[in-house]
């Protein structure tokens, strides 16, 4: 729990910091996935005028019985007609069309007995939203089409308003990103790449490893993600490189939990894995800042460490978690996590400005 001596410096610094210095605000931004960040997709459909409303209850259920929408449970089945000078008040959405659609008569869509079409004027071709909106985005521009329901997250609401986090929590991720610049001012100084991450237990605030990046001609994957996340497997007994030359490179020993050997794995219960100290799951439940877009084999490292939330500065123009790929976000990946880009972005685009 102890400050590491980086932030110590680092908070030093920022008392003795002229107001003209002031740091530039910033804004943490969630990346999203490419469903959340798409327009809505739509599909076209049937629904016919409601021309005796009595009988819009029964048509309802009829209706729905025979075509039951499976996959588009977001579709509202009636919609109240916009337009005061139209013939009927309400319509009815009757089932999907195919991509060939033309002119259908209700005997057609609507198989007979098992709906009676009493009621029900000529069917009429609409695009519908194609799947359920993700975000508050997407609802407007999918109930403009036809009326939709919307069951909002409110984390991905507030996140995308900038309100994600409490000014406690980020004077606590400004804290860890300066780390983080120190780290690659370090490396820049030793003439390596400027770029410098942190892992950070956010259950207790606790860093676990400090790293900046160390490639060079002999090592040139040692980039700054994987030097943390092996320095994170050092503290738990492991790693495999070693950072010795480099001291700004640092890890904390795993503290042991309660009934929590040393060395063991902390696991998410939603992998059914049982193994209570096996290896792989180095980076479970933790948060990683780094000055700079993770690229695809840093991304990927992250995928398979399990890490919780990753936070990054600037975006790299081939990076992995929002540029180039969505790797954190990929319904085919066993993983997923959490990304925000952002965090000190003025400071972070200082330590390597081409990108
Ligand atoms: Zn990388």
Redesign the pocket.
Known sequence: MDPAPGLMEQRGDEKTRSPEQEPEPWQALPVLSEQQSKDVELVLAYAAPILDKRQTSRLLQEVSAVHPLPAQPHLKRVRPSRDASRPHALELLLCLAGPAAGARSLAELLPQPAVDPRGLGQPFLVPVPARPPLTRGQFEEARAHWPTSFHEDRQVTRALAGRLFSAQEQTAMQGHMERAVWAAQQAAARGLRAVGAVVVDPSSGRVLATGHDCSNTASPLL?A??VCIDLVAQGQGRGAYDLGPYPACSFAPAVTPLGVRVGSVRKLVEDGDVHADSLPYVCTGYDLYITRE??A??AMALVHSRVQRVFYGVPSPDGALGTRFRIHARPDLNHRFLVFRGVLEAQCRQLDPGS
């Open positions: 980039h993600t994987m993770p690229c084999m840093c």
